[in-house]
């Protein structure tokens, strides 16, 4: 099969969520025989896999360079994975992209949630892709009145890369790092911004022997919370220098701190946020808010925990402590459910009917 996979402002470093799923969604579609091409507008191309960039398309995709391109590759099906999820612009590219591909089937991904202005809803209903896939039953919900077939999809986790470090391995990074051997450390990986609610993490210094570690993505960070962090005891870190799957390896719990908010615009993550997978590929216990669509994949149980209130320092600190001393809950066996290829199975044989 023929498809293409269009993904706006598509560029490396690939530390960010929709990034990741565009960029795995190509890579498993071209290790399962199909014929693949990948087009970024206002990106960068790629050697690595098929990712064409097409520089100064404007944002509605009404181009005739762009419209070439897709007609010379003659796709069978287009896969979406817009930047902004479900927005109304979104929709209009759905419209967009069938054109440009001759009428080939579109499957729109909706990692995140968004209301949409009344108008907004005409424009999803007018240019509703043939299917849509949400990554929570929350999200899923806001697109009932699209008149699409909506579907639910997980996300996926490379369980090669990520895995648990054999003990050795593990104190020799460790020692290398300058994190003493009787230290626990707390992990979160992801932005240093004050929508993902970090506060758990300067709490966590009234814990004895535990270090609350933050590796920060390439987006901007807000330097006046690293101050506010660094100050309160938080190591921050910046990926890529060990690489992040030993940065996981070293660590003894995962945090996912972000608040589930009642406003989707400001959703600071996608639904199933994919460090979370990451951690738990490595056999981390995981404290989570009831964030996006974890909920609907994962039970309150030893291994993983929920808080009730992500706003309470004092319910973090306990669940940390408890998760510590519980025994391992089999994480890594949960998270290997979850592959990028399954996703990409979801996303072509669903169009089919």
Same mark, same amino acid.
């Given at each position: 099969?023929?498809?293409?996979? #269009?993904?706006?402002?598509?560029?490396? @470093? #690939?530390?960010?969520?929709?990034?990741? %799923?565009? %960029?795995?969604?190509?890579? +498993?579609?071209?290790?399962?025989?199909?014929?693949?091409?990948?087009?970024?507008? =206002?990106? $960068?191309?790629?050697? &690595?896999?098929?990712?064409?960039?097409? =520089?100064?398309v404007n944002r509605a995709l009404l181009s005739r360079r762009l419209s070439h391109s897709i007609r010379a590759f003659c796709p069978d099906r287009v896969c979406y994975v817009p930047t902004a999820s479900m927005t109304a612009a979104a929709f209009w590219r759905c419209r967009m992209l069938r054109l440009h591909s001759?009428?080939?089937? /579109?499957?729109?991904f909706a990692p995140q949630p968004r209301n949409l202005a009344w108008w907004g809803n005409i424009i999803?209903?007018?240019?509703?892709?043939?299917?849509?896939?949400?990554?929570?039953?929350?999200?899923? $919900?806001?697109?009932?009145?699209?008149?699409?077939?909506?579907?639910?999809?997980?996300?996926? /986790?490379? $369980?090669?890369? #990520?895995?648990?470090?054999?003990?050795?391995?593990? +104190?020799?990074?460790?020692a290398e790092l300058g994190i003493p051997a009787d230290c626990r450390v707390a992990l979160h990986v992801g932005h240093l911004h004050r929508n993902r609610n970090l506060e758990p993490l300067k709490a966590l210094?009234?814990? &004895?022997?535990?270090?609350?570690?933050? /590796? $920060?993505?390439? /987006?901007?960070?807000?330097? +006046?919370?690293?101050? +506010?962090?660094?100050?309160?005891?938080?190591?921050?870190?910046?990926g890529g220098a060990p690489p992040i799957e030993l940065i996981y390896g070293l660590s003894d719990l995962y945090l996912f701190t972000c608040p589930a908010t009642s406003v989707p615009e400001r959703s600071p993550a996608i =639904?199933? @946020?994919?460090?979370? #997978? &990451?951690?738990?590929a490595c056999d981390l216990p995981v404290v989570t808010s009831r964030f996006g669509g974890l909920p609907d994949l994962f039970a309150d149980a030893p291994g993983f925990r929920y808080v009730r209130n992500p706003l309470d320092n004092e319910e973090w600190k306990e669940k940390v402590s408890g998760a510590l001393r519980e025994p391992p809950g089999a994480n890594r066996q949960k998270a290997l459910s979850y592959t990028w290829g399954a996703l990409a199975t979801r996303a072509l044989?669903?169009?089919n009917g």
């Open positions: 099969m023929r498809v293409l996979v #269009f993904c706006e402002r598509l560029a490396p @470093p #690939f530390d960010e969520g929709i990034k990741n %799923v565009a %960029v795995n969604l190509i890579r +498993e579609l071209v290790a399962a025989g199909h014929s693949v091409q990948g087009i970024t507008v =206002d990106g $960068a191309g790629s050697s &690595e896999f098929p990712l064409l960039n097409l =520089d100064g001759d009428g080939a089937p /579109v499957t729109m999803s209903t007018l240019c509703r892709p043939d299917l849509v896939l949400a990554f929570s039953s929350s999200t899923a $919900a806001l697109l009932s009145h699209v008149g699409a077939r909506v579907a639910r999809a997980g996300v996926g /986790v490379d $369980a090669r890369r #990520f895995s648990p470090l054999d003990r050795q391995r593990r +104190e020799r990074l460790r210094r009234e814990l &004895e022997g535990i270090q609350a570690l933050l /590796v $920060a993505s390439s /987006v901007k960070s807000d330097s +006046e919370l690293a101050n +506010e962090l660094l100050k309160s005891g938080v190591r921050i870190m910046r =639904d199933l @946020p994919l460090s979370v #997978f &990451e951690a738990m044989g669903a169009c």
